[in-house]
Nanobody, 122 residues
């Protein structure tokens, strides 16, 4: 099965930056998609970015467009989410997940990481 492990979360001030990492195993980069989701307390899980790994096409939610960037390192089997100009409302647990193709529906993703906490606070 595909296994995913997120890291890189932490505490950051508004306007600051963090880079999240998703390490993957049991995953073929030419076949699949990796999405980033987040879930804040009391809210539904929200898709924020996705990459179809085979062709590198990327997608972003309006809430993060222009601030977040998804990227990959094929040699390391690793995906990244660079988060810039962080806002208070970005506070959430962030997850990476795998699917056959990119989707905004969490139910389309069969494997999930454990999540990493991002807290934006002054």
């Amino acid at each position: 099965q595909v296994q995913l492990v997120e890291s890189g979360g932490g505490l950051v001030q508004p306007g600051g930056s963090l880079q999240l990492t998703c390490e993957m195993s049991g995953f073929t980069l030419t076949y699949y998609a990796i999405g980033w989701f987040r879930q804040a307390p009391g809210k539904e899980r929200e898709g924020i970015s996705c990459m179809n790994v085979a062709n590198g096409s990327t997608y972003y939610a309006d809430s993060v467009k222009g601030r977040f960037t998804i990227s990959r390192d094929n040699a390391k089997n690793t995906m990244y989410l660079q988060m810039n100009n962080l806002k208070l409302e970005d506070t959430a647990i962030y997850y990476c997940a795998s699917a056959l193709v990119c989707s905004w529906d969490p139910s389309d993703f069969g494997s999930w990481g454990q999540g990493t906490q991002v807290t934006v606070s002054s």
